[in-house]
């Protein structure tokens, strides 16, 4: 299947309806989507989902996320004796923290001369960040998958950028190179304050002493 990038997505009948309705049907359609977008990652598999961007399809996709990797995360609570608050942090966390990252993508590529709209880059990327989600958060297992996810999930995010947001290879791999050094660094000062609250303490205690 090849894509006119310099054209917008193939636009929808009028007859046609916006998007599944929110049903078994509809779930299991986005299930779908994910399966497809994380066996068969290329330009073409995210390609075919641009014209079935909507709204719906878009909650449905971020929902079921967020509730599978909010069970995921109580069952994980379980086990670290902290399950309310491993509930409420996946339930609320889940949603604010996508839709923050899709905004910092959204800004990255349209200086670089993105074209798209900020609803279907959305709901494309939803579609293989949702399932590497889920993975991450199966208790003990995730952990050990967490950073091959991750960097897959960039690979997927450098493919569903020309497509959505209608950039060539070269602005597509500028901007997730921009994100990978945003992850390093926020990785660099999450572990120089851990350590200095670390030291901090062992401070305090020891002037207790």
């Known amino acids: 299947m090849s894509y006119n990038y ?7 009948s009028a007859g046609q309806p916006a ?3 929110f049903s078994q049907a509809g779930l299991q359609d986005v299930v779908n989507s994910w399966i497809t977008s994380v066996t068969k990652p290329n330009v073409q598999t995210y390609a075919a989902e641009v014209p079935r961007a909507d709204q719906n399809r878009l909650i449905m996709s971020v929902g079921l996320a967020t509730v599978v990797s909010a069970v995921l995360g109580l069952l994980g609570g379980i086990l670290g004796h902290n399950m309310v608050g491993s509930f409420l ?8 923290g996508f839709f923050i990252g899709q905004g910092v993508i959204y800004l990255l590529a349209r200086a670089m001369g993105g074209t798209g709209s900020f609803m279907t880059q959305s709901y494309v990327m939803s579609t293989f960040w949702a399932p590497l989600l889920v993975l991450r958060s199966i208790p003990i297992v995730g952990s050990f998958i967490g950073i091959i996810a991750g960097l897959y999930s960039l690979y997927l995010t450098y493919l569903a950028l020309q497509p959505t947001q209608r950039l060539d290879s070269t602005k597509s791999l500028m901007v997730v190179g921009i ?12 572990f120089v304050f851990g350590m200095a609250a670390l030291l901090g303490l062992a401070a305090a205690s020891g002037g207790t002493q």
């Open 89 to 96: 942090t996946a339930l609320i966390g889940t949603p604010l």
């Open 6 to 12: 310099s054209a917008g997505p193939p636009p929808q």
């Open 19 to 21: 998007g599944p309705a």
């Open 179 to 190: 994100l990978l050094a945003i992850g390093v660094v926020l990785a660099i000062c999450a």
